[in-house]
């Protein structure tokens, strides 16, 4: 302790303050818990990956061929009701493609989750930089071409987008036609709605007084914004991810149904009905053949078959539940571990909220 | 001062008060200014995606000469309604402007009935889900809107044409999923299978090509009845489905609205909670509500074209999924696919213009009170 009257400067150094160690995963998850909807949310995904690790093991190299069967193609309508499920095809059979729907749906689930996975990886890589870049920087030039760019994009729906540029890329070069170009222009033209709805966000944390006092002490712009901005503004991302699933199963289910099942022609210039469907793909479909396992596609064909378009005959549930579940599950999934997640955000900014207000509340 | 730059107590005739100092002018003007440029953007976007390929495959149009020749025609082309040929089946060879004065009005009546019945759900539903703090309805909001957004549209519209085809048989003589104006089998019931002169190719009708208006001019009221319910039927559908889209968002919009300090202020002068909701929550969701619907537009757009399709529809769903699907454009060189292209970013980008305007007139935040 100094002398009464003495200048703090005039002492000994002091050691400087050890920086606390940053707490492992497990203490952090023990301090924060994740909660139930995340956990159930985690779950659930695993249960996906797991089914697709499966699949990739058990089929190898056939992975990409659905298992066809001629046998089962074009059955006389009386013959349908007994392809329902059974222990030997528990999700029954789809007679458009001549096919056991529950290894369709397993060899199907790699190739979706792949698909997803990378849209959505583009979609949070441009939407959620460029959205916190242009809320950083509101008003600037750099804020108004983002959001240029961006609403002119989102003038047009963004499907239209994807079948545009593959329909260009089919004219030059027919054989580039493919999922992994489809996953990077989709994931191009997807990301307007995050950058506008991060934006929001990222404008309202730049002007918090932590990022003034951030300023004060001499922050670079680029600490300021990976430091502060972009983990602050992912609240709108968490919210948007399970929203941009739909538009990516719209074009993989609407397009092949309205191929096979609305035009009501055998694609051979006349409309004279088909005797059965015989499903094939859309001009600039993404995928390399119509017996390609993909639950969009089967979604599209179990539909078509089970519930036939200006008949009302008998509906046939087995055709098209299944995958219909498998998708809205991991839509489910989805949602479930981003709306978890945003919750604990919420809830850190509370308690950190209620340990500041505790901080200054006066002392009776 | 709120929301402008004129003083308190400024005369309105005050020189001072230019009408270019006029906020809503000064914002007219920007905004208007982007409208074109916007819509130059997506063209030149369109050109390199569409057209730059056709011209490498057909070796015309290379060089920078070229690409500037090449955009130039497609722009005249675009804004003057030189849009080509239909290559769809039914209408082959036909200039695609007439094809679209055909099928343009049915596709706007059934949007006006669609968006009607809509907002009469969409605004209140959204208001109370955002008002309300009980956790059962906040749940089921997230998971009606979820489900609502992943579940494909044409899995909504089938399971109701099932339902109601054969009720839909006995009473209308009609079936309920072919088109919004009766079908040929109607015609027969009623009208021993002639047409009257003002109906156009089976499904199209004279002269405003709008079927309830001009059934209405002629009289035939019984037309009038099956239209009537095929197009309400129909704009069902698309309600149910574009409901749930714009739940979510609209939900979000409340909640923020219902948590501001004038309505804790009005609360506690004793405002009754109805009236807080309805008048003063509601006015102030209004505009955003409107910037919501804006964003949500080409969904809402996605969700009528698949319906159109699902009820077979000659209408602008039908052509676009034909464009998208590669079954008219590949016959046409891509161009009803670009012209499709060109007309929704013209919509869009033309409505979201008007919704500023409207947002900007309507917003409370925004009225100047000397």
Redesign the interface.
């Known amino acids: 302790v100094s002398a009464p009257g003495a200048s703090p400067a005039s002492g000994p150094p002091r050691p400087p303050t050890p920086v606390p160690k940053r707490p492992r995963l497990r203490e952090r998850l023990r301090r924060r818990p994740l909660g139930a909807e995340t956990w159930a949310g985690l779950l659930l995904l695993g249960v996906y990956a797991g089914v697709a690790v499966s699949a990739i093991v058990v089929f190898g190299s056939s992975l990409d061929q659905l298992p066809v069967n001629d046998f089962w193609i074009g059955p006389p309508p009386f013959f349908r009701a007994t392809l329902g499920p059974s222990l030997a095809h528990p999700f029954g059979v789809l007679p458009g493609l001549g096919t056991d729907q529950f290894q369709a749906v397993w060899k199907a689930t790699p190739y979706d989750l792949a698909i997803v996975a990378g849209i959505l990886l583009f979609d949070v890589a441009l939407g959620w930089t460029l959205g916190a870049l242009a809320g950083m920087t509101e008003g600037s030039l750099l804020d108004s071409t983002i959001r240029f760019v961006g609403d002119a994009f989102s003038a047009v729906p963004s499907f239209f987008w994807v079948i545009a540029v593959l329909a260009g890329l089919a004219t030059v070069a027919p054989g580039t036609l493919n999922l992994t170009v489809f996953v990077i222009v989709f994931g191009f033209v997807i990301w307007p709605t995050t950058a506008r709805t991060t934006r929001e966000r990222a404008r309202t944390v730049a002007r918090e007084p932590f990022l003034e006092s951030a300023r004060a002490s001499g922050a670079s712009r680029t600490y300021i914004y990976f430091r502060h901005v972009l983990p602050n503004s992912t609240a709108p991302l968490l919210a948007q991810i399970p929203i941009d699933i739909a538009p990516i199963f719209f074009v993989l289910t609407v397009l092949p149904w309205f191929w096979d099942c609305a035009l009501s022609t055998n694609h051979s210039g006349s409309s004279a009905p088909v005797p059965y469907l015989v499903p094939t793909n859309p001009t600039y479909s993404p995928l390399p053949a119509v017996t390609f396992p993909e639950w969009g596609n089967l979604l599209a064909v179990g539909t078509c078959e089970g519930f036939p378009l200006s008949t009302a005959g008998p509906v046939f549930w087995w055709m098209f539940v299944p995958t219909l579940v498998a998708i809205l599950g991991l839509g489910v999934a989805t949602a479930l571990l981003c709306d978890g997640l945003a919750r604990r955000a919420s809830r850190d900014a509370v308690s950190v909220e209620i340990r500041r207000r505790r901080r200054t509340k006066p002392r009776r | 001062m709120r929301g402008g730059t004129v003083p308190y107590g400024m005369p309105r005739s005050s020189p001072d008060r230019a009408w270019r100092r006029s906020p809503l002018v000064r914002f007219l003007l920007q905004r208007a200014a982007?409208v074109p440029?916007?819509l130059l953007?997506?063209l030149l976007?369109?050109y390199?995606?569409?057209e730059?390929?056709?011209n490498?495959?057909l070796q015309q149009n290379l060089g920078i000469a070229g690409f500037f020749r090449g955009f130039s025609t497609m722009v005249v082309n675009d804004f003057t309604g030189n849009w080509g040929l239909s290559g769809f089946?039914?209408y082959k060879g036909i200039a695609l402007t007439q094809v679209y004065a055909w099928m343009l009005p049915q596709s706007v009546e059934l949007a006006v009935f669609a968006l009607g019945i809509s907002t009469a759900i969409a605004y209140p539903v959204s208001l109370w889900s955002g008002w309300t703090r009980r956790a059962g309805v906040d749940a089921s909001v997230?998971a009606t809107s979820?489900?609502g957004?992943?579940?494909?549209?044409?899995?909504v519209g089938?399971?109701v044409?099932?339902a109601l085809?054969?009720g839909f048989i006995s009473v209308f003589h009609d079936?309920p999923?072919?088109g919004v104006v009766p079908t040929v089998d109607w015609w027969f019931y009623y009208n021993g299978g002639t047409f009257p002169s003002w109906i156009v190719d089976t499904r199209f009708t004279q002269p405003t090509g709008f079927p309830l208006i001009d059934g209405a001019i002629h009289g035939a009221w019984s037309f009038e009845v099956v239209t009537l319910f095929k197009t309400l039927l129909q704009a069902s559908v698309i309600a149910l489905v574009y409901v749930t889209i714009f739940l979510?968002h609209g939900r979000?919009v409340a909640r923020a609205a219902s948590r501001e300090p004038h309505l804790m202020a009005a609360r506690s002068r004793g405002v009754p909670e109805r009236t807080l909701l309805w008048k003063h929550t509601g006015r102030r969701v209004r505009p955003t509500f409107l910037l919501v619907f804006a964003?949500t537009l080409?969904?809402y757009?996605?969700t009528q074209f698949?319906v159109e399709?699902?009820f077979?529809d000659p209408g602008i769903g039908f052509i676009?999924?034909?464009a998208?699907?590669?079954?008219e454009?590949?016959a046409n060189g891509?161009e009803g696919?670009?012209v499709?292209?060109f007309l929704?970013?013209l919509l869009?980008?033309v409505w979201?213009f008007f919704l500023d305007v409207a947002a900007r007139r309507w917003d409370p935040r925004e009225v100047v009170r000397p």
Request: proline content about 6%; hydrophobic content about 65%; charged content about 5%.
């Open positions: 982007l440029a916007q953007f997506v976007v369109l390199l995606a569409i730059e390929p056709a490498i495959a089946i039914q997230q979820l489900l957004t992943i579940v494909p549209v044409f899995l089938l399971p044409i099932t085809f054969f079936l999923d072919q979510r979000t964003l080409p969904a757009l996605g698949v399709a699902t077979v676009s999924l034909s998208l699907t590669g079954f454009s590949v891509l696919l670009e499709m292209m929704l970013a869009v980008i979201l």
